[in-house]
């Protein structure tokens, strides 16, 4: 019943794999970047709007442009875009280090929104006494921020790297690597109807397993919590 699928892996298994172990370093370094400057931005949004516990609209105002306006962007033609940049910045716009720019950039930018929902759900009342308390801005966002918004925070990283697997596996129209690239090449145009099967198959199977496991995180880390305050 599934020969077809065997007789695909023994015929394209090493290129899968290289394809794979291609897509999710692209993914890790992507997502990487993102978690630390997205992350930044999300909570700028967010405590810097209008109302926020540190308005500053001349702040938040022009980020929140900028994230939208990548946002709008069209991935395919996004990748056009970056396409100098990544010639500037290394020689090539083409390849697995060309795509880690654009993934970037726009991994920023979904991070930047998943954080600024994250952390505009929590309970005002948060802020509230945390200002009673005197706290800095730093113990604000480490020890009252992180800490409210930490369950809604991994599972919006999570769906980040999802989507930043799903972006990944454009980048093969303009030879960007990784398992899009194997998929556009021998499955497409070759109309490798099977192989295409198989890598769908995977990449389904590898973003349920993403998905799990950030869910079940975030389960035990709101568990942790409800504990602590009980």
């Known amino acids: 019943m599934f020969d077809w699928a065997f007789d ?28 630390v400057l997205g992350t930044g931005i999300g909570m700028a949004l967010s405590l810097c709007s209008r109302g926020g516990p540190m308005a500053s609209p001349l702040l938040a105002s022009p980020l929140a442009v900028v994230v939208n306006i990548i946002r709008s962007v069209p991935f395919i033609l996004l990748l056009i875009i970056m396409a100098p940049v990544a ?14 720019i654009s993934l970037s950039v726009v991994g ?23 200002r009673a308390m005197g706290v800095s801005r730093f113990q604000l966002v480490t020890e009252f921020i992180l800490v409210e918004a930490r369950s809604p925070l991994i599972l919006g990283f999570t769906s980040a790297i ?13 030879a960007g690597g990784g398992i899009g690239y194997l998929a556009l090449q021998e499955g497409f145009y070759m109309w490798n109807q099977p192989l ?9 199977l590898a973003v349920q397993i993403i998905q ?6 975030a389960r035990m880390v709101d568990k942790k919590g409800k504990s602590r305050k009980s």
């Open 162 to 174: 999802i989507s930043l697997i799903a972006y990944s596996t454009v980048v093969g129209v303009i």
């Open 212 to 217: 799990l496991l950030g869910s079940a995180l």
């Open 108 to 130: 920023v930018a979904i991070v930047a929104r998943l954080v600024e929902q994250a952390i505009s759900d929590i309970n005002p009342q948060v802020f509230h006494t945390a």
């Open 196 to 204: 295409m099967w198989v890598i769908i198959l995977l990449m389904v």
């Open 8 to 35: 695909t892996w023994a015929r394209f298994g090493d290129q899968i794999i290289v394809g794979f172990v291609e897509t999710f370093y692209m993914v890790a370094v992507a997502f990487s970047i993102s978690l």
């Open 87 to 100: 010639r500037a910045l290394i020689g090539t716009a083409y390849g697995i280090y060309a795509s880690m």
